[in-house]
């Protein structure tokens, strides 16, 4: 059985979860950001002082054995056709459901597990720490900015993010690390998804002792506000920059069609490039991307096929 560790937050992390949950004699612990205070599960956190619940949930979803009438229910978002953001107006359901499980079980943790049951999700879901936390983040010119949702909406470049509060790790996380024989890092956003989850200190230990091979599934796009021009090397840097080391980077190397690249660079989102040939860690490209709507996103058989190599030491 091999075990592997998915650390992140967002869909990204979901997404990742999608393409190895069907490898055989495979064990998945997603570590989940809980630093999210935007949204539903921004509103939610401060009305009910609970951690945030949204990536865990997009987690759950992904990592659900089948589809079903409860996970469909789990992702309802309630119309909030005025925006004005009153009672239920603009809440997930999941998010909903996941705050009254916590208040009923008395346990943020317990909730988490008691719709994974329900889901029959495939591995563990874990949250990264149980504390409703603040990320902050230290831009380039010394400017801190306070809270996940404002940091990439700062015309600026980030240097790097913290918590101005003791941080302590689910010991779950931990010990999956310990225990992990691949630990996958990635894909999403680098400051906001990766980086609540890594800079937690026990976490950061837990890395750096593992015996684990660390992988970091590069973002193929640049992310305005967080990776702005940024290269492959550059996200690594950014990684090393909190404590974190890789023994490996996946990079997309596919042909991405014009059409895509100028619906992307009106958003001000362009390829992520190597920039050079020789790393002190394995480059392992592959084509992984799909263009379907004119999106560019990791695709599930991709994701599949280069961790069941990265499993058989094949890369």
Not at 17 to 43: E, F, L, Q
Not at 147 to 176: K, L, M, Q, S
Request: aromatic share 6%; proline share 3%.
């Amino acid at each position: 059985m091999h075990n592997v560790v998915v650390i992140g937050g967002g869909h990204g992390q979901a997404q990742i979860c999608r393409g190895i949950k069907n490898i055989a004699d495979t064990h998945i612990s997603a570590i989940v950001t809980v630093a999210d205070d935007g949204g539903s599960t921004g509103r939610l956190r401060r009305q009910f002082n609970i951690p945030a619940m949204g990536d865990i949930r997009n987690v759950m979803l992904a990592l659900a054995d089948h589809e079903s009438i409860m996970s469909s229910l789990m992702n309802y978002r309630f119309d909030d056709p005025n925006g004005t953001e009153t009672d239920v107006a603009g809440h997930n359901l999941g998010n909903l459901i996941l705050t009254a499980l916590t208040q009923q079980s008395g346990s943020f943790f317990d909730a988490v597990k008691i719709i994974d049951d329900v889901l029959n999700v495939r591995g563990e879901i874990i949250p990264s720490t149980t504390q409703v936390i603040t990320l902050y983040a230290r831009m380039e010119d010394g400017v801190i900015v306070a809270g996940e949702a404002n940091i990439p909406h700062i015309d600026n470049h980030i240097e790097r993010v913290f918590y101005t509060e003791d941080v302590h790790a689910t010991p779950e996380a931990v010990e999956a690390i310990e225990d992990a024989d691949l630990i996958i890092f990635g894909i999403g956003s680098l400051y906001t998804s990766i980086m609540p989850n890594v800079i937690i200190p026990e976490i950061g230990d837990a890395l750096h002792h593992t015996h684990g091979r660390k992988v970091y599934f590069c973002n193929a796009m640049s992310q305005p506000g967080e990776t702005d021009g940024y290269s492959v090397e550059d996200h690594v840097d950014a990684l090393k920059r909190h404590g974190v080391s890789v023994d490996a980077v996946v990079v997309a190397d596919d042909h991405i069609p014009e059409a895509n690249r100028a619906r992307y660079s009106r958003k001000h989102s362009y390829p992520v490039c190597l920039r050079e040939r020789k790393h002190d860690y394995d480059i392992i490209c592959r084509h992984l991307l799909s263009f379907d709507d004119g999106l560019i996103r990791h695709d599930v058989k991709g994701i599949h096929d280069v961790t069941k190599d990265l499993l058989k030491g094949k890369v």
